[in-house]
Structures are given as structure tokens and as C-alpha cells.
């Protein structure tokens, strides 16, 4: 069992930034692919960025040069830092974790964290 724990949302001003981090615990988060997704309300959730545990990394067209994601291993945790923030950047962001093995899938979401630009 993975828990999966957001933070580092906020109120931010278009033109800022914010470093979102999704912390682990139960199990190595360096095993799982893990993604960053959002919802924004009234709209259906997005994959924003995702990295591989082999470290390959893809991005939302929105988010292609104004994102980042990355992964501590030592620390557990994955990071989405997000530069030159946008009013329809606001959203719940959210990690997932997923791993398949022979005959299992593990899926695994944390529950959130806010974001909202604004000025």
C-alpha cells in the first residue's frame, strides 16, 4: 500500500510559481511511474506531466515549457514545479503512482492539493 500525500499549493499571482511535491510512504515511491494530473471545476481531470521510474518524462502541451517534473528517490517524493503560472492553470492537482506486475496493477492517488492563480 502506497499513501501519497500533496503539497505545496497555494494563491500565486499569474507570472508565478509554486513547486507542488507528492511525498510517499508504505512503499518505494522509486518503483512507480507517477503522474501529476489536475481538475478544474467544471472540467474533466488532466494528465499534466508524468515521469517513469526510469525517469522519462512527458508533458501536457499546456504545460510544455512552463513545467517541470522530477523525482527524489532518496526523499520518496516527486515534484511538478510550475513556473509562469496561468489563471486556467487553477486546479486541484493531484499525484497518482501506478506499477504493474505480472498478474497486478497498483493504482494509487493522493487526495490533492489546491492551486489557484490569481491577481
Known amino acids: 500500500q502506497v499513501q501519497l500525500v500533496e503539497s505545496g499549493g497555494g494563491l500565486v499571482q499569474p507570472g508565478g510559481s509554486l513547486r507542488l511535491s507528492c511525498a510517499a510512504s508504505g512503499s518505494i515511491l522509486s518503483i512507480y511511474d507517477v503522474g501529476w494530473y489536475r481538475q478544474a471545476p467544471g472540467k474533466q481531470r488532466e494528465l499534466v506531466a508524468g515521469?517513469?521510474?526510469?525517469?522519462?518524462?512527458n508533458y501536457a502541451d499546456s504545460a510544455k515549457g512552463r513545467f517541470t517534473i522530477s523525482r527524489d528517490n532518496a526523499k520518496n517524493t516527486v515534484y511538478l514545479q510550475m513556473n509562469s503560472l496561468k489563471p486556467e492553470d487553477t486546479a486541484v492537482y493531484s499525484c497518482?503512482?501506478?506499477?504493474?506486475?505480472?498478474?497486478?496493477?497498483?493504482?494509487?492517488w493522493g487526495q490533492g492539493t489546491q492551486v489557484t492563480v490569481s491577481s
Open positions: 515521469i517513469t521510474s526510469g525517469r522519462s518524462t
Open positions: 497518482n503512482a501506478v506499477r504493474s506486475t505480472i498478474g497486478r496493477k497498483f493504482n494509487y
